[in-house]
C-alpha cells in the first residue's frame, strides 16, 4: 500500500502568495481529515470529509482558508493570501469512516511562510 | 467544544522502567480514544486505541485504561526501550467509528534514559 500521499513534502513562500497543499487518501477510504501541528497550538483539526462532503470545517482558522475534496482520491486545502502564522506541519489522514476506526496520517507538508 | 488535556508534558524514565501518560476529557459522548506516537520529523501513527465500552486494553508492552466516570484514560508502556522515545498524543472522538475528527491533547515528549 502507497499509504496517505502528500505533495508538496516543503513548501516556502512569501506572504500574499496562494498555498496548495495536495492529498491522496488510501485507495478504499471513505474519510479524510486535514490537521495543522504548530509548537504553539499542537495538533489542531481544520477540516473533516466523509465519502467527499465536507461535515465540518469549524477548525479552519478562518476565510483565507478552503478545502475540496472533489473526488474519492483527491482533496486539496487552499491557502490565499498565506500570512507568516500559516506556517505549520499540515497533515492529511484518511480512515475507512463507519467501518473502521484508525486514521492513517500522511507524511505532511511544511510551510514556511516568510 | 472537546477538550483533552495531557499531563505531563516531558516525562524522563530510566530504560527498563514504567512510564504513565494521563489524559482527561469533557464530553462524556465522546466514545473513541486513540493514542499516537510521533518520533522527530514523522507523521504520527497510531499505537493503541480503546472505545467507551471496554475498560483496559492491552498490546505486549503498552496497555491503555479508561474511566468513563471519571473522564479520563491512560496509557501506560512497561519495560521501557530507547526506541520508546517520542512525543505521544492522546486524543478523543465521539463518531461511530474512524468518521469523525480527532481532538488531540498536547503532547508528552518521553525520553527514555540508558
Known amino acids: 500500500d502507497a499509504g496517505v500521499i502528500q505533495s508538496p513534502r516543503h513548501e516556502v513562500t512569501e506572504m500574499g502568495q496562494e498555498v496548495t497543499l495536495r492529498c491522496k487518501p488510501i485507495s478504499g477510504h471513505n474519510s479524510l481529515f486535514w490537521y495543522r501541528q504548530t509548537m504553539m497550538r499542537g495538533l489542531e483539526l481544520l477540516i473533516y470529509?466523509?465519502?467527499?462532503?465536507?461535515?465540518?470545517d469549524s477548525g479552519m482558522p478562518e476565510d483565507r482558508f478552503s478545502a475540496k475534496m472533489p473526488n474519492a482520491s483527491f482533496s486539496t486545502l487552499k491557502i490565499q493570501p498565506s500570512e507568516p502564522r500559516d506556517s505549520a506541519v499540515y497533515f492529511c489522514?484518511?480512515?475507512?469512516?463507519?467501518?473502521?476506526?484508525?486514521?492513517?496520517f500522511g507524511p505532511g507538508t511544511r510551510l514556511t511562510v516568510t | 467544544g472537546e477538550n483533552v488535556e495531557q499531563h505531563p508534558s516531558t516525562l524522563s524514565v530510566q530504560e527498563g522502567d514504567s512510564a504513565v501518560i494521563k489524559c482527561t476529557y469533557s464530553d462524556s459522548a465522546s466514545n473513541y480514544f486513540p493514542w499516537y506516537k510521533q518520533e522527530l520529523g514523522k507523521r504520527p501513527q497510531l499505537i493503541i486505541d480503546i472505545r467507551s465500552n471496554v475498560g483496559e486494553k492491552k498490546d505486549q508492552r503498552i496497555a491503555v485504561t479508561l474511566n468513563k466516570t471519571a473522564k479520563h484514560f491512560s496509557l501506560h508502556i512497561t519495560e521501557t526501550q530507547p526506541e520508546d522515545s517520542a512525543v505521544y498524543f492522546c486524543?478523543?472522538?465521539?463518531?461511530?467509528?474512524?468518521?469523525?475528527?480527532?481532538?488531540f491533547g498536547k503532547g508528552t515528549h518521553l525520553i527514555i534514559q540508558p
Open positions: 486524543a478523543e472522538s465521539f463518531s461511530g467509528g474512524g468518521a469523525d475528527g480527532l481532538t
Open positions: 489522514a484518511s480512515s475507512l469512516g463507519h467501518r473502521g476506526y484508525e486514521q492513517y
Open positions: 470529509f466523509n465519502n467527499n462532503v465536507p461535515i465540518d
